[in-house]
């Protein structure tokens, strides 16, 4: 009896031996990687990503790109013509805003060179003026938002530079192919290659503000715009191997000093592929300040950047659908009023009103703050600067404000313009901020 007892222990014993020893197996070969060497700085990588791995509370790995390892440094790409490369200037920002450094989980490359921090000697661009662009902001915020992601920024931005000229083969206005040798679309792949240096990354988004140029020479190019764009967003995400790289670009600044047919053109056209081309999201620069006749002044390279990150948070890691007004007006940075007009109450920007059709012509004032005292506003015939006279600035037309949607509105009938085109101004009383141009014809 004593020995059968003996024995069923025994048996027990070793069974419950392989048992173990088989777990143990199991365990490690489930998590194999423990068995690989660690590359300098993973082990630090690898516990801040564990800590953070649901950047405010949401999955790193719900992404256009799948289910991605999250050890992958994810890449955004910044290029486009010169509110891109930037002409920024107010450097005091920098301090107010606390954006002095890089975010050290962010590496950023411009003009062949790893960038150390955000100092206001540094010629971003080099082309001999110490400014800056959207870069600044979009960092900080992606930096804020993604904490325990690696992210490597890459910018190249060429000034005063045509789509057609990024692109190895594009359409002109007779619809001819035109192939060309040297397209900067080759130095910004051989840019983003040589920063990531043969890594294994994940490529996020390509930020794209450009198309100034074509509104310039719509004449020969800008036609085609909409069908050179996609060429490029098409290449980019061919040649990145990532089919759906989220393509975020900024709608051009409604310019009053070009003809309205090229500024029309190209807009219309952006809006086109946005809402035809998968993972593309346009957001509007029409409430930006320009320092000059072209370019965003500090607040705006801020707010775009900023855009550009939220959006991008928005869209492509929430999954929620962009309104082209939304992050200008949602920015939080201070700018200028948004003026649009229509002959609907709620309708889009229009640009013709037929006379025969009657009714009203709506003007629509956005990010105008809540106090109707502080606003003032100037119609005039283009081309006459009536509003340069400061008695023409009125408060008498009769606004209304929408406080759910932070909209000022005021109507006249159609009937009461005779034929010709006009431009319209918004501007507040205490700071004369004015808004940019919009123009309309009547027909």
Known sequence: MQLNINRRLFILSTRYALV????????????????????????????????????????????????????KPWVFVLAGQSNMAGQGQLYSYLKNEKLTKIPSNVEFYVANRRVADWDHQQDLDQDGVSEFGPEISFISEIGRLFPGKKIIGIKYAVNGTSLAQWLPKYQNNQGQTVTQNNPLYLNLLAYIRSAVNQRDVEYKAMLWMQGESDALEYSSIGKMYQTNL??????????????????????????????????????????????????????????????DTWHFNGTGQFALGKCFATIFNQAVILKQPVDLYNCPMASGLDLAPVLTFSDSYNGPAQYYFPLSRGGFLYSKAENAGSSPSN???????????????????????????????????????????????????????????????ATFNTL
């Open 20 to 71: 173990l020893t088989g777990g143990i197996l199991l365990f490690h070969f489930v998590n194999c990687d423990h068995f690989l060497p660690l590359k300098d700085g993973d082990d630090d990588q690898t516990k801040e990503e564990t800590e953070n791995n649901s950047d405010n509370g949401i999955s790193i790995n719900n992404t256009s790109g799948g289910n991605q390892s999250i050890n």
């Open 230 to 291: 996609f060429t490029l967003i098409e290449k980019i995400r061919t040649d990145l191997v990532e089919k759906d790289l989220a393509f975020i670009f900024g709608r051009i600044y409604r310019y009053a000093h070009l003809p309205l047919e090229s500024v029309v053109g190209v807009r219309s056209a952006q809006e086109k592929l946005a809402r035809q081309v998968k993972n593309t999201f346009l957001l509007s620069t029409d409430n930006f300040v320009l320092s």
């Open 375 to 437: 606003i003032e506003a100037c119609l005039e015939v283009l081309g006459t600067r009536s509003c340069d006279d400061q008695a023409k600035w009125t408060q008498t037309a009769p606004w209304t404000y929408d406080a759910s949607s932070s909209v000022w509105r005021s109507q006249l009938p159609i009937s009461t313009f005779p034929s010709n085109t006009y431009r319209g101004w918004w501007r507040f009383k205490d700071s004369k901020k004015i808004s940019f141009t």
